[in-house]
């Protein structure tokens, strides 16, 4: 059974941090490129940050890169974000996502609020 568990979302006041993690089980991790995602009601999901599927190397939306870095650690399956210097603009339900790299084939996770406020 696949299942991908974010963790680490909460409340944080702006300039803050907070570590993001996803557990993924049930599925071959290491042939699959790891990304985080975000949503706000009424807005598209987007791309905050991953792994590109054809050479691993690690991209970023505009609006965090400097302040956000996206690892990944294949001998305990797990990708984290860590965010910094965080904005309200940032506040947002963050995802976790799994695409395999010959396939396509594409997991998420349930998600995890992220609210950035003083």
């Known amino acids: 059974q696949v299942q991908l568990v974010e963790s680490g979302g909460g409340l944080v006041q702006p300039g803050g941090s907070l570590n993001l993690s996803c557990a993924a089980s049930?599925?071959?991790?290491?042939?699959?490129?790891m990304s985080w995602y975000r949503q706000v009601p009424g807005k598209e999901r987007e791309l905050v940050a991953g792994y590109n599927i054809r050479g691993g190397t690690q991209n970023y939306v505009d609006s965090v890169k400097g302040r956000f870095t996206i690892s990944r650690d294949n001998a305990k399956n797990t990708v984290t974000l860590q965010m910094n210097s965080l904005r309200p603009e940032d506040t947002a339900v963050y995802y976790c996502?799994?695409?395999?790299?010959?396939?396509?084939?594409?997991?998420w996770g349930q998600g995890t609020q992220v609210t950035v406020s003083s």
């Open positions: 996502s799994a695409k395999n790299k010959i396939s396509r084939a594409t997991y």
């Open positions: 049930g599925f071959a991790f290491s042939l699959y490129a």
